[in-house]
C-alpha cells in the first residue's frame, strides 16, 4: 500500500524564472532518455528525448542535459510559466525492446 | 489523429465483478501498452504488445488479462480485483519499431478505476 503522508519533491519556481528538474537513472545499459508531463488528471505528454551517446538537446524551452557518468538526466525549463505546472518524469528505455521504465516524478508549481 | 482514446474514463466495480477497459489509437502505431499509475507514484508497466502479439507481461496477476483485436486497439479485461487495484491505467502506443526503442509514447488520458 501507499504511504501515508507521501509527498513528491516539489520545485516551486516564479514565473519567469528558470526551472532546474532532476534524475537519477539506474541501468548504464539503457540507450535513450525521455522527459513527460503529466498535468492532474491527465496522461503522460512527451516533451523531448536524448540518445545515450549525446550529452544535451534543446527543444522549444526546454534543455535536456545527461551525464552518463554519474547516471544524472535533468531538465531545464526557460521562462516558467503557469502551464508549466505539473509532475514531470524521466524515462528511459533499451533499443531492442519497448521497455519504457519511469522514474519518480518531482512536482513543478509555478507561482504567478 | 495524435490521440489514444481509453474508455470508460471512469469505473467503479465490485470485487466479483467483470468489466473491461478499452483504448484505441489511430496513428499506425503498432505497439501498446498497459500502464498503472497509484497517486504520486510514476507509471508501472504492466503489459506490452508489439505487431499485436504479446511481448512484455511485467508479471502481472492473472486477473488482469490484456487483449489486442486488431492494431488499433487493446483491452484490458479485469475480473476478481482487489481494492489495492484501484488505480489509474494508462494506454500508451509508439511506433514499435527501429531506433530509437518504440519511438514517442503517446498516452491516453487514462482510466481511473475504484474497486470497491
Known amino acids: 500500500g501507499e504511504s501515508v503522508g507521501l509527498h513528491l519533491p516539489t520545485l516551486s519556481v516564479q514565473e519567469g524564472d528558470n526551472s532546474i528538474i532532476n534524475c537519477a537513472y539506474s541501468?548504464?545499459?539503457?540507450?535513450?532518455f525521455i522527459w513527460y508531463k503529466q498535468e492532474s488528471g491527465k496522461g503522460p505528454q512527451f516533451i523531448i528525448d536524448i540518445r545515450s551517446n549525446m550529452d544535451k538537446r534543446q527543444g522549444q524551452r526546454v534543455t535536456v542535459l545527461l551525464n552518463k557518468t554519474v547516471k544524472h538526466l535533468s531538465l531545464q525549463i526557460a521562462a516558467t510559466q503557469p502551464g508549466d505546472s505539473a509532475v514531470y518524469f524521466c524515462?528511459?528505455?533499451?533499443?531492442?525492446?519497448?521497455?519504457?521504465?519511469f522514474g519518480k516524478g518531482n512536482q513543478v508549481v509555478v507561482i504567478p | 489523429d495524435t490521440e489514444v482514446t481509453q474508455t470508460p474514463k471512469h469505473l467503479v466495480m465490485g470485487m466479483t465483478n467483470k468489466k473491461s477497459l478499452k483504448c484505441e489509437q489511430h496513428m499506425g502505431h503498432r505497439a501498446m501498452y498497459w500502464y498503472k499509475q497509484k497517486a504520486k507514484k510514476p507509471p508501472e508497466l504492466m503489459f506490452v504488445y508489439s505487431y499485436e502479439k504479446l511481448s512484455i507481461n511485467e508479471s502481472v496477476p492473472s486477473r488482469f488479462s490484456p487483449e489486442c483485436p486488431n492494431s488499433s486497439l487493446l483491452n484490458l479485461h479485469l475480473h476478481a480485483l482487489q481494492p489495492e487495484d484501484s488505480a489509474l491505467y494508462l494506454c500508451?502506443?509508439?511506433?514499435?519499431?527501429?531506433?530509437?526503442?518504440?519511438?514517442?509514447?503517446?498516452f491516453g488520458q487514462g482510466t481511473r478505476l475504484t474497486v470497491v
Open positions: 500508451a502506443s509508439s511506433q514499435g519499431q527501429g531506433n530509437p526503442p518504440g519511438g514517442e509514447a503517446f
Open positions: 541501468n548504464s545499459a539503457s540507450d535513450y
Open positions: 524515462a528511459e528505455a533499451r533499443y531492442g525492446n519497448n521497455r519504457l521504465a
